[in-house]
């Protein structure tokens, strides 16, 4: 099973930028591991997808995303990125990479903490 290794969360201020990263244990993007994303979990609240990108390009994001939110990749070297702009408070969760494989299982990284306060 593939692991993922989540980096780049920390504490940011209102319209500020992060930029989260993952990292897996193989590369992505192939036959063997074709879904990647990110989901985030806040406090007292369910995990929700944030973005997911197929193989083959199909890009999904959440609504309220609204565009300041870019998903890249780097797929040889396993890394997938998350570009964040114009950060709300309500961004404040944890980040979890997330990977679909050939099965259909899905994986999750351990998260990273981002924090978006003044």
């Known amino acids: 099973q593939v692991q993922l290794t989540e980096s780049g969360g920390g504490l940011v201020q209102p319209g500020g930028s992060l930029k989260l990263s993952c990292v897996a244990s193989?590369?992505?993007?192939?036959?063997?591991?074709?879904?990647m994303g990110w989901y985030r979990q806040a406090p007292g609240k369910e995990r929700e997808l944030v973005t997911t990108?197929?193989?083959?390009?199909?890009?999904k994001y959440a609504d309220f995303v609204k565009g300041r939110f870019t998903i890249t990749s780097a797929p040889m070297k396993g890394a997938l990125y998350l570009q964040m702009n114009s950060l709300e408070p309500e961004d404040t969760a944890v980040y979890f990479c997330?990977?679909?494989?050939?099965?259909?299982?899905?994986?999750w990284g351990p998260g990273t903490q981002v924090t978006v306060s003044s």
């Open positions: 990108r197929s193989r083959y390009g199909t890009t």
């Open positions: 193989e590369n992505i993007f192939t036959s063997r591991l074709p879904v």
């Open positions: 997330y990977a679909k494989n050939y099965a259909g299982t899905d994986t």
